[in-house]
């Protein structure tokens, strides 16, 4: 996608790139990231590890875009590297160890094992064999298989027993006792591998975290010899006690699908060990925690997953609660699309989402768990989500009456305060916009996406709101009554289009799923909006106004642009060029304008048509461009007025001209950029339809109308040319013009209709045979008048000699006279 700077100065706009983008190749609207979805709850309002946040519920596999976030750039300084520089006493940091042990940097190595040398020679044929086991290829007690030699994987393992039985050294005996498990497990002799654990780990008489290691390994080899209840017990337990060996002992279950089995229970001793089992299990995709989750709150009060599990099942379900069938389907979020599972759990989730209200509100009671404002406040969204508005509030209440020490928890609670607002405001009042107004400022910078579904949704309701005001009800008996619609006056009209276009970034600096294509609503919105907006820029009243203003970041420069632009597209040629003229004239030598409005505007390639003395009538494709965008509306209202007046070939050639100026503001034209900020070849844009039937049938509806892709404005000038024309060679020009309209309205419906039949291949035979039928019934009239009347002239002679795409336009002539 190749973009192009503003076409005059957008210096004091809040988001500049956006709104005026001139946009070559695909115009595409927001970039979908998969680990985006609808979803008002931030699972960090929870209180839980950094390092835990990777469990944070996600359609993708990890939530690792945040864990990448947090290690991109640093030395990962584990439990082993620590015991290392213990064990090696003064005169080797984290760093030089961490370079040293795991073979990234031979001057570190070699520091290393010259300290030993001299104090601890029995340390030094421990690396030089962990580093054999490992060929040198990284940390050789990570869990993934390594690289060496598989034939002397028995050696090895032999070695490692052998030195395990040999050595008094307790730090070096747990280290030979794990090689050996690991080095079992790489020979794929997993009972062998069990066996070793038990004999040489377990009568260790002190275990640190190498010991869970070689549990993990053990856990691998249990789960390889098909016993998946004891090892999910194993694995819970290296998840629950080895930081260091967290993610792969919960990745060993999450890879395979490995879901909660009661046998799992029966080897765990104590409850600590059986929380274990159920918090490994509670985050496991695919499946409810709720009940994990109980027992998880009455073995382990102060189990530091409660309240992620807690936050990881709202999550979970608000993925099928906000998303529709279509874009699951559409998107492919999940790794195997089931789209009648899909259905069912959407179905479910309304009653799960009333069970975790419950135990959210028992939990907020518990006086073992701590931290009520965090259950109220999850309690009080499941309460908005429910539409149980008042007891929403009355719950948001409470948790602000306890302490807060996450930062993140006080934020939700106020973005649960503004979706409450625009919940619950039917009719709009100044205290409403006050409220609003500093919400939008609080969250008009985020890189959380959360965050930007929930100020995009906001600004979505308010929005919709001032469009359909309602009449404030008064009196004694106002409650027994309904709210009368109103009309729309012009501050309403502006204070819903600033709303709309402040969605268009999503409250933040950054491109999210949820922010809205800027391009879309400029096509979209009224002159007449944009004309209201403009007036109410110019004298805002009040201090919501005000700032909603400034937040919105339109300068007047853009809104008459804009404005220009959408008269235009109207064909409101004398009121574009009143507007265009308020634009600073610098504008017109800027980038945009100087690169895509160089062309003369009334210039088509066609054959030239000469008159008597010799002149040629109409402009060449390549004269250079004699008009600003203000002198070009004006001269095409001129034109329009002058028509009217003429007859004969006169007025043919100013209807002509016409033509061709409205054939140039369409997307086959020059001088696009007078009717849009941007231009793509990816367009007409019905990929991009929405899948929503009833949607879906509007947008269709919208695109056969817009006159950018349809040309019908200038088909009309293009015929009323035709019939004014007295020169055969004007008439073929303008005859042949209008059937090219007529054509390119043709090409936007046979689009559509490929959309609307599956995305079916334009060679389809069936497909072919259809749209020749539409063709003939309802855009062959101008190409029939062509070719019946036209087709043997020197206008013809002319184009088949100088025009090479002239002779697929004449092939569809004995389609249609068949």
Not at 16 to 34: E, H, M, N, Q, R
Not at 534 to 543: L, M, R, S, V, Y
Not at 564 to 579: C, P, S, T, V
Request: proline share 5%.
């Amino acid at each position: 996608m190749k973009r192009f700077k503003p076409s005059f100065d957008l210096s004091h706009f809040r988001r500049p790139f956006l709104l005026v983008a001139i946009v070559l190749g695909f115009a595409c609207g927001p970039s979908f990231d998969p680990n985006e979805f609808m979803s008002f709850f931030m699972p960090e309002s929870a209180n839980s590890k950094p390092e835990d946040s990777r469990y944070f519920f996600t359609p993708q596999f990890y939530n690792d875009a945040e864990i990448s976030e947090q290690y991109s750039d640093s030395l990962v300084i584990d439990e082993n590297i620590s015991a290392w520089v213990n064990y090696a006493g003064k005169g080797l940091s984290e760093t030089q160890m961490y370079k040293a042990l795991y073979n990234e940097n031979p001057a570190a190595v070699a520091v290393l094992k010259a300290k030993f040398a001299r104090t601890n020679p029995a340390a030094v044929t421990y690396l030089d064999f962990a580093w054999a086991a490992d060929d040198g290829q990284g940390n050789p007690w990570d869990p993934n298989p390594t690289s060496t030699d598989s034939t002397k994987l028995p050696e090895l393992l032999n070695t490692a027993k052998m030195a395990y039985g040999t050595t008094n050294d307790e730090f070096l005996k747990e280290r030979y006792a794990f090689q050996a498990v690991k080095l079992a497990c790489e020979t794929e002799d997993y009972k062998q591998a069990q066996q070793l654990y038990d004999q040489l780990v377990k009568p260790m008489p002190t275990h640190t975290f190498i010991s869970d290691w070689a549990l993990c390994r053990r856990a691998g080899a249990t789960l390889a010899l098909g016993d998946t209840a004891q090892a999910i017990y194993e694995f819970a337990l290296v998840f629950d006690r080895c930081p260091s060996r967290r993610k792969a002992a919960e990745t060993s279950l999450r890879k395979y699908g490995i879901r909660f089995r009661e046998g799992a229970l029966e080897y765990a001793k104590t409850d600590q060990e059986r929380a274990a089992v159920y918090a490994l299990c509670a985050i496991q995709p695919g499946q409810d925690a709720l009940e994990f989750l109980n027992e998880i709150v009455r073995l382990t009060p102060k189990n530091p997953l409660i309240e992620l599990i807690m936050a990881r099942e709202i999550n979970r379900n608000e993925y099928y609660f906000f998303q529709s069938e279509d874009e699951y389907m559409n998107y492919g979020m999940m790794t195997s699309p089931d789209s009648m599972a899909f259905v069912k759990r959407k179905a479910e989730g309304p009653s799960y989402f009333d069970k975790l209200r419950s135990f959210a509100l028992e939990s907020a009671d518990n006086k073992a768990l701590g931290n009520p404002a965090f259950w109220y406040t999850a309690a009080a969204y499941l309460d908005y989500i429910g539409k149980d508005y008042k007891a929403a509030q009355a719950h948001l209440d409470q948790a602000v009456l306890s302490p807060m020490p996450n930062a993140t928890l006080k934020k939700q609670v106020t973005v649960q305060r503004m979706l409450l607002l625009a919940a619950q405001t039917e009719t709009i009042t100044p205290e409403a916009e006050n409220q609003l107004i500093g919400y939008l400022e609080e969250f008009d910078s985020t890189n959380n996406f959360r965050l930007g579904y929930a100020f995009t949704s906001v600004c979505k309701q308010f929005a919709d709101k001032y469009q359909h005001k309602t009449e404030a009800k008064s009196g004694w008996l106002s409650g027994c009554s309904r709210s009368k619609a109103t009309p729309v006056d012009g501050p309403s009209a502006a204070k819903a289009y600033l709303l709309t276009m402040l969605t268009t970034q999503g409250g933040t600096e950054s491109y999210l799923a949820s922010t809205n294509d800027p391009h879309s609503i400029e096509d979209t919105v009224s002159a007449m909006t944009v004309e209201q907006t403009i007036a109410f820029a110019k004298q805002p009243i009040t201090d919501f106004d005000k700032r909603l203003l400034k937040l919105a970041g339109l300068t007047n420069g853009y809104l008459n642009l804009l404005l220009g632009r959408r008269l235009m597209m109207e064909h409101q040629y004398a009121k574009a060029a009143e507007a265009f003229a308020k634009v600073d004239a610098r504008t017109w030598g800027d980038e945009a304008f100087a690169s895509y409005f160089q062309t003369n505007p009334f210039a088509i390639k066609m054959p030239a048509i000469h008159a008597a003395d010799g002149s040629v009538n109409f402009p060449e494709e390549d004269e250079t461009n004699p008009y600003t965008p203000i002198e070009f509306a004006k001269r095409m209202a001129e034109l329009e007025q002058q028509a009217k007046a003429a007859t004969g070939d006169k007025a043919a050639e100013l209807y002509y001209l016409l033509g061709c100026g409205a054939w140039n503001l369409s997307w086959y034209g020059n001088s696009w950029l007078l009717v849009k900020s941007y231009w793509s070849a990816g367009e007409p844009p019905v990929y991009s339809l929405p899948t929503n039937p009833v949607e879906k049938q509007k947008g269709i509806d919208q695109l056969l109308n817009t006159d950018y892709y349809t040309t019908g404005h200038a088909k009309g000038y293009f015929e009323q040319s035709a019939k004014a024309a007295k020169t055969p060679a004007l008439i073929d020009r303008s005859a042949y013009m209008a059937a090219r309209c007529e054509a390119n309205a043709f090409a936007l419906n046979r689009s559509i209709e490929q959309i609307r039949n599956g995305y079916v291949a334009e060679d389809d035979s069936t497909f072919v045979k259809t749209m020749l039928a539409l063709r003939k019934t309802k855009y062959a009239s101008a190409y029939k008048v062509f070719f019946n009347n036209h087709s043997r002239t020197m206008f013809n002679q002319e184009m088949i000699r100088e025009c090479a795409m002239y002779k697929d336009f004449l092939q569809f002539g004995d389609q249609v006279s068949e």
